[in-house]
């Protein structure tokens, strides 16, 4: 049995470690036309602040280490350039030398992964203007982030990994900017949860500028201004992109391998392309909703994880699932917790469930307990069935306690009575006798008799 | 409509909050034979250490406030004597002047807590022996644990409780030694995790005499010395009881209410005793196990606080239930959490799950990311259905968030394979790519297969 696994990230070194434990005596070979595998790209924003110092921590697995450990030929530096779909053959350039590689495989992995959005705006090409997608970006924006001379930094985009950049550059003592096109941050979250994020970086001292794009990028070699579509001028040293990803396809595409109507890869429960024998998993690859049970291309680290493994275990002739996913996201900006699970009122609506949208306040431990502090929870139940669809939390402590304790339940299609009856932990450092997730439940039950 | 609830504490104050929201023109007294009401018993240890200096922060609600803000007539000093069940009477001695009152009552809420078993010890009624149920006893206990002559003691017992009190008397800077008749502290545990918490008590410097009873307490007039079963001497100042309580059911046990097989009030659902009218709530009432469907008396906060919720509104003529417990309980002792849900080993055999126990030990968040701590698993599957059945987890940090994603995974008949799909939120400050629950599954299921 020969499996070729093309991408060396969280979904490619899951599989490729999952297919040699599932099958001790294949030939596993893994293409990265990059030369870092197995990094934690959610670690990069630690990375660059420096509350991570060391590059190898971050490196999970060498390439060497990774061989060594797993028995799976490692080839970084190598770009596929072609599948040969009816003939099982890969294509692969060695970028060192130029030279062309041929790989006849039995079964394949595809983990091409996402690559950032880069607009074509005036001035996109000057220097010290940085996507973050790979450990090199983040070497290269760590660099000169920890140089004096940088002090004014403009993130482009308001997501999740645009906002943890915003906090990695405040730690190291930048004056930053945020401009997003969207009238709030955190475009997946409701308004009335977005502005709370939004007043608490205003407070650490962010320039926010919302509802605003990027116009015009001025420099002379090196950034120095970001001129906004309503006419305002930002002084810049460094420019973060953080507008967002997409599904790194083209390969799978060319090849003949069907794409989904989110332009990700379409996949099976198995991660089975259309393409017999050809798998894909990770951000190249679309997931199902298990409320809508549409497909959707949500990429995240732990899906492309879970993807990773189960693409592996069933290429060497096992037979596992990944069911689907939640969109469950996280994120620590400044002192708050922000996250989401489920779907969101507009979603839920759009899927005829008739949303019933809820919200509380509550203490994330006992009252009298040192140190307690305030959750809000929104919470999105379907008005027929009571089912908890969706919620977001934000908070400085216990939010992601919470939202798992929610994902568990969307998961389990607990109702609103549900989430009172559940026999959640109880001691003052940890909880209140009535938990969150009860109060919510309550709360819910009352508005939707 | 008239409601007399017996007791004010968690389940009674609950019930009567409740009972008002439910009905407004409601009647509503309450009897409490203390002078306090409505205060956080599971905050004492806490209050006790100081953690917590107000005694107001502790007590909830005054008699006078709960009064004004629920319209409840609160009659502390009152002790009901007897209940007339076939006329809806109760005989009620006001303590103050001795006087007997007759309440007619429509609907009653027996809520009359638990009381500590104080065992028939020689020298048990020696001075500066204590057991920790209410507000005055914490507030005798504080005021002889912050003198300083008071600096050797001794907790008897090593419960969830007594161990949370041996942190409380350590941070007061006493001499600590614990007491236990089992083998083993924390007897809800398996033996290899109550062993983690035996080493982190004896890391702090803890005295530990396990499997050893108290024979005989010494003194003049105050206590000076504990003569355990096995011949030891260790001197003490002062003495803390934790062995355990005992439902407080004679009332209700002479007026016909029955008991059940634990020894505590039967109830139904609707928190309805043996007698029409008559409801049962809190530390004096069984509830029923999740699991096994039986009966169980597990008096803890979090379930009275349900349980009144439940009798205060279907006493007032409303309809709702409460399901069950898991026996989810949590407790920090030092630097470690320490929780627990479901059934344990033996439990489950006795019940006829067949179960298959699985242990790991994993990350509490990302690896790389600052801080992380190990998390010890140890978990309970049915072999024939491989639904998870209970879990114990020790940590330094997340064990909560965990145990209650554990626990909802157990009221929503989750299997191991259903761990791995839940969509937990990841990102490096809370979890990893594969949180420890997930891991939980993967590693039950290949074992189970």
């Not at 492309?304 to 699932?321: F, S, T």
Request: glycine letters at 8%.
């Amino acid at each position: 049995m020969k499996i070729a696994v093309i991408g060396g990230v969280a979904a490619g070194t899951s599989a490729a470690a999952k297919a040699r434990r599932t099958d001790p005596d294949a030939e596993i070979v893994l293409f990265e036309k990059d030369n870092d595998i197995s990094y934690a790209g959610c670690g990069l924003p630690y990375y660059i602040s420096d509350l991570i110092e060391e590059r190898e921590a971050i490196v999970v697995n060498t390439p060497a280490s990774f061989s060594e450990r797993y028995n799976v030929d490692v080839k970084t530096g190598h770009e596929v350039t072609t599948i040969n779909c009816d003939e099982n053959i890969l294509f692969v350039k060695d970028l060192a030398n130029d030279k062309k590689i041929r790989y006849e495989y039995d079964k394949l992995i595809v983990a091409t992964g996402a690559s950032p959005v880069v607009p074509p705006i005036p001035g996109i090409d000057l220097n010290n203007i940085f996507p973050l997608r790979t450990v090199s970006d983040a070497d290269q924006i760590k660099e000169k982030a920890l140089e004096d001379n940088i002090k004014k930094v403009a993130v482009i985009g308001a997501g999740l990994i645009g906002l943890e950049m915003v906090e990695s550059f405040s730690k190291l003592a930048k004056d930053v900017s945020v401009i997003e096109m969207q009238p709030h941050v955190l475009p997946q979250f409701s308004n009335e949860m977005a502005e709370i994020v939004e007043k608490h970086l205003q407070d650490k001292g962010v320039n926010l500028i919302l509802a605003d794009g990027v116009k015009e990028f001025i420099g002379d070699e090196k950034v120095n201004k970001v001129i906004t579509q309503s006419g305002q001028e930002i002084e810049v040293d460094l420019v973060l992109l953080s507008i967002g990803v997409k599904p790194v396809v083209d390969l799978a595409e060319e090849s003949g391998i069907k794409l989904g109507k989110t332009g990700a890869i379409a996949v099976d429960s198995k991660m089975q392309t259309s393409v017999e024998h050809i798998y894909a998993a990770g951000d190249c690859a679309e997931s199902k909703d298990l409320l809508t049970e549409k497909p959707v291309w949500v990429p995240l680290g732990s899906t492309a994880n879970k993807q990773g493994r189960v693409a592996g275990e069933n290429a060497a002739g096992g037979n596992y699932e990944h069911l689907g996913i939640l969109k469950t996201g996280i994120t620590k900006i400044f002192d708050l917790t922000v996250a989401t699970t489920g779907l969101n009122e507009e979603e839920a609506a759009e899927n005829g469930f008739e949303p019933v949208s809820v919200k509380i306040r509550a203490h994330h431990h006992a009252g009298y307990y040192p140190g307690v502090n305030q959750l809000d929870i929104k919470a999105i139940f379907a008005k027929k069935t009571q089912r908890l669809l969706g919620a977001e939390i934000i908070g400085e402590k216990g939010v992601d306690k919470r939202i798992d304790v929610l994902a568990t339940a969307i998961f389990s299609k607990l109702t609103a009575a549900d989430l009172f009856q559940i026999d959640l932990a109880y001691a003052p450092p940890y909880s209140s006798p009535k938990d969150p997730v009860a109060i919510l439940g309550m709360v819910a039950e009352k508005k939707l008799s």
